[in-house]
């Protein structure tokens, strides 16, 4: 069964920090991992991994895959209160259907 | 405007109600999903459908009934709804290819008495 293994759960931190949340996965056959940003709806796609060692930025976001120990970290550097959200991070594990697999999310709180 | 949207957005029922939780996408996307996410167990899918008329069973699908006569359509029906199936319900849609990722809906909260 694919697994996915978010760290951690939840983390509270002040604005200005520099916050790394943890994804690990098992699947069977990995074909890339997406992270997501949950507020109050929908989620909202971050990044897209499916190469070991190159880094997806966007902002004060970045991500990046290690592909031989099966994990990825989502950094926020400088952090603010509208980064206040969950993470999700999810693995599509292969064949032709696209299916994602999720991890529980890491709640993430910013106070100002 | 283009996107996903459901409806509705909030729903109350009682148990053995029938209760459907439509899907709509404007992006012609082939793939279509349904998931469920709850406390303690974040997003778990439903079903989902490769194309018109194709659709599989995800990991929690008991319960849960779909079809998808147009691609754009994906309604999801609950038979006879169960305390159990107190969620919030999310759609989503993805192109096909490697590099397409999961764009998603608003989500339905859905409470069952």
């Known amino acids: 069964e694919d697994k996915v293994v978010q760290s951690p759960l939840s983390l509270v931190v002040h604005e200005g920090d520099t916050v790394t949340l943890n994804c690990s996965y098992e699947v069977t056959n990995f074909r890339s991992l997406l992270w997501y940003k949950q507020e109050k709806k929908a989620p909202t796609f971050l990044f897209m991994l499916t190469s070991s060692g190159i880094e997806k930025k966007s902002g004060r976001l970045s991500s990046i895959l290690d592909k031989k120990e099966l994990f990825s970290i989502l950094n926020i550097t400088a952090t603010q209160t509208g980064d206040s959200a969950i993470y999700l991070c999810a693995v599509n594990s292969g064949g032709s259907n696209y299916k994602l697999t999720f991890g529980k999310g890491t709640l993430l709180t910013v106070n100002p | 405007d283009a996107g996903i949207t459901q409806s509705p957005r909030y729903k109350i029922t009682e148990t053995g109600r029938q209760v459907t939780l439509m899907c709509h996408q404007t992006?012609?996307?082939?793939?279509m999903f349904w998931y469920r996410q709850d406390l303690g167990h974040g997003l778990r899918l439903i079903y989902y459908?490769?194309?018109?008329?194709?659709?599989d069973k995800g990991e929690v699908s008991d319960g849960y009934v779909v079809s998808r006569s147009k691609t754009e359509n994906f309604p999801l029906t609950l038979e006879s709804a169960t305390r159990s199936q107190t969620s919030v319900y999310f759609c989503?849609?993805?192109?096909?290819?490697?590099?397409?990722?999961?764009?998603f809906g608003d989500g339905t909260r859905l409470s069952i008495l």
């Open positions: 459908s490769a194309a018109a008329d194709i659709t």
């Open positions: 989503a849609s993805g192109g096909q290819g490697l590099d397409q990722p999961q764009h």
């Open positions: 992006w012609s996307h082939s793939y």
